[in-house]
Nanobody
Framework: QVQLVESGGGLVQAGDSLRLSCAAS????????MGWFRQAPGKEREFVAA????????ASADSAKGRFTISRDNAKNTMYLQMNSLKPEDTAVYYC???????????????????WGQGTQVTVSS
């Protein structure tokens, strides 16, 4: 059974940092793209960042550029999201996702991913 488990969320103040982790089990995702999405109350799930299977290519939403860094350790079957200079508008449930399909492109939409974690809450106070 494939599982993606996020951790590292919490309550922080504006300007603080957090590092989210996504640990995969049940199969290896080495070679398959993975990504982070977030969903705030009353809003649709939105793309944050994604990384290719090898880790050599990344994609980020404009809101994440310059502040968030996505990375992965295929030996540990784990993906990370380093979030710096957090803002109140970053408050959301953050989900990790993985695709089970090879692709030359990195998807920025939820439909591009086949496996999802349960989410971790990030709350940034002003």
């Amino acid at each position: 059974q494939v599982q993606l488990v996020e951790s590292g969320g919490g309550l922080v103040q504006a300007g603080d940092s957090l590092r989210l982790s996504c640990a995969a089990s049940g199969r290896t995702f080495s070679g398959y793209a993975m990504g982070w999405f977030r969903q705030a109350p009353g809003k649709e799930r939105e793309f944050v960042a994604a990384i290719s299977g090898s880790g050599g290519r990344t994609a980020s939403a404009d809101s994440a550029k310059g502040r968030f860094t996505i990375s992965r350790d295929n030996a540990k079957n784990t993906m990370y999201l380093q979030m710096n200079s957090l803002k109140p508008e970053d408050t959301a449930v953050y989900y990790c996702a993985a695709t089970g399909r090879y692709s030359v492109t990195i998807s920025r939409t939820p439909r591009g991913y086949d496996f999802w974690g349960q989410g971790t809450q990030v709350t940034v106070s002003s």
